[in-house]
């Protein structure tokens, strides 16, 4: 059943999907119910309230819709916008580029502001752009919060305030996959029109539900925006939610019980500490990098990802095989370096219900296996700079003082 | 956790989500894993070739895509048709009246042949459209194999008779959400084009996994579909198929070791000993429903289905009262009456991995019930019926002789 | 892995082990743990508090020892007695027949009390012999509460009396491994001195803790008895339950956080409610029996077992064949008739985590099966007569009204 | 339900129980079962035929008993010995210390030797005390293979040669509750007469199996063996085995599949590449402690563990601080110090189901500590020792070349 057996626990350190707490792995483990009984709109009305709290949101409206986060991107966009709608999008890595592909084969004009990837989105363009546009042609801003591929993260409150500065009513569409629940993201303080991500990603759970979260003025746009969509329509939902059984179609029994459990666990650690605990891992991953003398894809520290850092190796080495050796040797999974990096970096995701043991651990694989293939590392030195922030900034637990 | 626990197991009978069986909640009790390390593809062929089986296709190309059931219809229609392609599409219930819903919102020009809800579809209708459209403004047939609010099941073979008689080029779409793998169904030789389930019908899964398979003229025709798609795509499928990674966005792991696990368990039992099996537990069903006086929602035997039974309670009785009843002292689920059968007709749902005394206990269950509302049932009658022809017909578990 | 599947749910109605509760398999599906770290003590303290409640104790002190009901008898005799001490035992099946052949290994000096198997203990003869014994020879009383492979439930407090009545100082021994937390038993009233149980029985967990309690009497005779005992030493739990660690030797991780689990369902529901779960059951149970016109093996109603029914199969049918039959034909397994009852009766095991409608499917393939071995059974004969009394006696459960 | 949850997984480095690996996590994620069915027979052939190979022996018979190793120690003495015979036995450490008080419980003539906490068994008192036993006083040898308190293997083919020099007729009992299916252990060519082992030690199961076997002498010896027993009796095992059926008395179902799982997961490893990992692990902790200069307690390398390693610390640390710290900070679990040691190591296990980056991860967390407590040890120091020799040993994943 297992396909690759190797003797321990495997290390996950892909940037999603992410390491599934124990109790929640034990909360899905579980029968098929009936979803119109009453205990399913019962627990689902929890769940809505509660994610809410995620997305730093009270006026928001949450969708649990079963999909991807590609199938969220798709639900935000056809939700908000009509096809020739101008949109602009941040291209600044693998992500960004397939959901502006995705924006580009729903018919919207998409108006892509292209970075270096290690870069920020440039919102200078941003900036020239809200000010040439007083007629509002443009209807829709969208960008990754935390750009996946090259551990980037974008500024979201300087595009509020730009849009704001601009007085201009375009919608604020986030892609908030790998950094909502990890990240610091405040949907309400920073006029976030619509914000989604994953269930694999930092909320920890196994692939299958997009979570999108829409403003009123989201909502409001959902009633006329011509996008053509059924399985993505707000709108089946929202019928739903006012009869009171929540769901349009099959949600699944057990990742609606996982994601119970997941909040439950979050609250439990306080959704702050949870945060602080992805900065602390997200610093001390960069101190080891820098003590491996490598560099970080990220160019500069205002981008630098909590959630995932993507390191670049010397041209004398393909990163694909450090990622190859990890898995084959070590139990290790590290991510691949993708498209424009491709073979250039390798990423190591430190997000979702991780600790600092566990970091060390993949820290010191990473060395091993820069040495396996010929980086002159030295042995040590990164779990040592790790190890001397961590042992200084790591808390107690909670739950055991 | 449990929102409303009840002593003993519940007894799970509505038409899906249905009862998974151990086996499978053991094989999905994991961690995630990169969807990317050689083990998952690997793992992804298997289920591949073997999903074929289900569908009884060796030309089909099967799609595991993370969506529903009516996911899965929209890949079905957009990947395959214009918008504005005129399809002729049966109105026998509450799904193909959904589905249908869905066909208009996104903007086919919808022919639809209505019947009786209780009647299967009707085909003289389908005869006289495909004679009349010599000019093939048809461009194709839209049907559910079982109608799961009624409890019908149509005649596909017929379907096919009358497009080959009648020469006709129209895809041929096949809605097998609560057939496939449970009632007799052949891709191939019934020249079906597109196909569908969900995994938490009969294949015994938890929701998740659209499973959709598509005929070589349907990959063609997909290839100058113009409805707009992105996350429903099949081409995005299929350049990671030819790349041998499978996936072009996140799957859930333990949907796909739960299907592995699934599969095993359908092989081992052989799948004609699998429908022999639901057509013995539809049959008993049946048997029971006479024994109680009481009439089957659907009109005539040919439709009978063998997944789900509709049963017609007498007018002083409301339909939701015996649901809700069930639920509230028997720990027992079954369907309720959707639509213009709401409060008229109870739902008892026999597909999936279910055995003989699992219905009988269902009987049973029903019978107090009947009781418990007022009808004058004879307690013992149905669960006497279905006991006479389950000894005559049930074969040794073959496991175990 | 599993070694001979059949599709669909096992029936389990062996009177042990039984059916475990799905939230109880959850809460054991997890690692390891330090049993020396703060968190499993701290759990501990409230098994033990919650332990004596289903025991009915507030002044005994119970014992969680990783053993079987086999281990518990010996830890109950080995602590309160010296080799050589007269007892007073009550042969009336197999399992009391295995206890006695325990007592008299161990060196006991066994006065063993015969009835028929079918027959409850011989009070008459106890009342003799304590009459008998003014000089107190005899050191302890040893009965099973219910004889697990006739279905007989002995009358405890009618023992409690004839000690009490003849003021007598005998210990008072119970083997409670097939009624505590299923039928009415309590050890503070009746003055028992040693009760025990399995944890697969009632309680409704895997095998592997014998609930141990003892009296503060039975506690002071455990500081002189001389039998050899090391594994089994109450002593070392007590040093152990002083010190506040509490286990002497590594528990069971998984059996904890299930007994736990286990005990927040019994209270949910009640144990009063359990217990008349359990009557409710083994009426319905008597009364298809009696409706198939078949005997109970239990000679008198006020021996009947509301955990256990075995049932006398005419002359010339092997029981064992019914049984064989139920597992490879209908996934339903019962009980064997033992020793002197092999061939004779099987069990119906009516304990544990479960419903009416399980129930009702058992009865239901009890009559397939005894029609296919040539039974004249008049089919739904016996679920009609169980559905009459349950339909009437059935309470909603409680957290869904 | 879990009583003091902490983020990211828990790092279980006590010497047991251990780390269960996910696949046998799920095999136990189950229902009971009937073990009179004739699926658990029929598995449990295999485990016995399976057990052997682990202790490698093949004239050896297995018992698999419901217990701890505590009561594995007692089935192994009172099994083969009387009561008054005079054994000799080795006190080298907490666990022999407790085998040696339940020898003299047991009510055995127990001739001690002892050596200092920190040294391996005196052998050399050994081959005195054989050489004076030309009449054959002593019955038995009880001995160690590894004392779990201080990290201590004892050499056990010295014994046997020793044992064959004097041409001693006396029964080798080994106690291999730490070593077994880590360590080098060969039961036939020792000529170990019995041997055990618990199952939540290297097995890495939960615990519940008190796995025993005994060579042909010691079965012939437990014929005439006097003590008494019943729980543990080898003959009840005995006469089960002959009808086939097995289990005298009620195993646990769960750890039956899950033996089965282990075996599975060691075979498919290969156990002498289970062996060689322990070594590469125990190596890899060993150059960590002299990296950090701190002392192992382990007074010579001849008797270095590779399951467990015993640290000494520096007389004004109190090393009970550094476990807590682990439990508090980092959500580490080592073992503490015990007697004599108590307060002067820490323990940190390295058997079972781990691999080199949980080994790491460990590592780190206790550099971390023991600058916590104020040690001043240079961060990194003993990861990078452990790395530099693990990186140079550690073979590719067999399954993933």
Not at 153 to 171: E, G, I
Not at 207 to 212: A, C, K, S
Not at 288 to 299: M, R
Request: hydrophobic fraction near 40%; proline fraction near 5%; include cysteine.
């Amino acid at each position: 059943m297992d396909y690759v057996y190797g003797p321990g626990r495997n290390h996950l350190f892909v940037p999603g999907p992410v390491n599934i707490p124990d109790p929640v792995i034990r909360a899905m483990n579980r029968n098929n119910e009936d979803y119109r009984s009453p205990a399913i709109p019962a627990m689902t009305k929890t769940l809505l309230e509660d994610v809410k709290k995620i997305f730093k949101t009270t006026t928001g409206t949450p969708f649990l819709i079963p999909t991807t986060g590609t199938g969220a991107w798709e639900s935000a966009l056809t939700n908000t916008l009509s096809p020739g709608d101008r949109i602009v999008s941040f291209l600044i890595g693998q992500f960004s580029l397939l959901w502006i592909d995705q924006q580009q084969r729903l018919n919207f004009n998409v108006d892509v502001v292209e970075s270096d990837w290690g870069q920020g989105a440039n919102l200078d363009v941003l900036a020239e752009k809200l000010a040439a546009d007083s007629a509002h042609t443009i209807k829709a801003i969208c960008i990754v919060h935390n750009e996946t591929a090259t551990g980037v993260t974008n500024n979201l409150a300087t595009v509020r305030k730009l849009l704001d500065h601009y007085n201009h009513p375009a919608l604020f569409l986030v892609d908030g996959v790998s950094s909502i629940c990890a990240l610091d993201f405040r949907m309400d303080e920073w006029g976030v029109d619509v914000a989604l991500t994953g269930s694999q990603k930092a909320l920890s759970l196994p692939t299958g539900i997009g979570m999108v979260c829409a403003s009123p003025k989201a909502i409001e746009a959902s009633k006329t925006a011509k996008s053509v969509r059924v399985f993505f329509d707000w709108k089946d939902y929202l019928k739903f939610y006012k009869m009171g059984t929540y769901w349009p179609y099959t949600p699944s029994i057990q990742l609606l019980y996982g994601l119970r459990a997941a909040l439950d666990l979050i609250f439990e650690e306080g959704l702050d500490n949870v945060i602080a605990r992805h900065s602390r891992l997200g610093k001390a991953t960069r101190l080891a990098v820098e003590a491996w003398g490598l560099k970080n894809c990220t160019q500069k520290e205002e981008w630098f990802s909590d959630t995932v850092t993507a390191v670049v190796v010397p041209p004398y080495i393909d990163s694909a095989e450090i990622v190859k050796r990890g898995w084959k040797r070590y139990n290790l999974s590290l991510g691949l370096g993708l498209n424009k990096v491709a073979g250039k970096v390798f990423r190591i995701g430190h997000l979702g219900n991780l600790n600092e043991l566990q970091l060390l651990g993949c820290l010191a694989g990473v060395e091993m296996i820069l040495k396996d293939v010929g980086y002159p590392v030295v042995l040590g030195s990164g779990v040592a700079a790790a190890c001397a922030y961590l042992q200084n900034n790591t808390p107690m637990i909670p739950s055991r003082i």
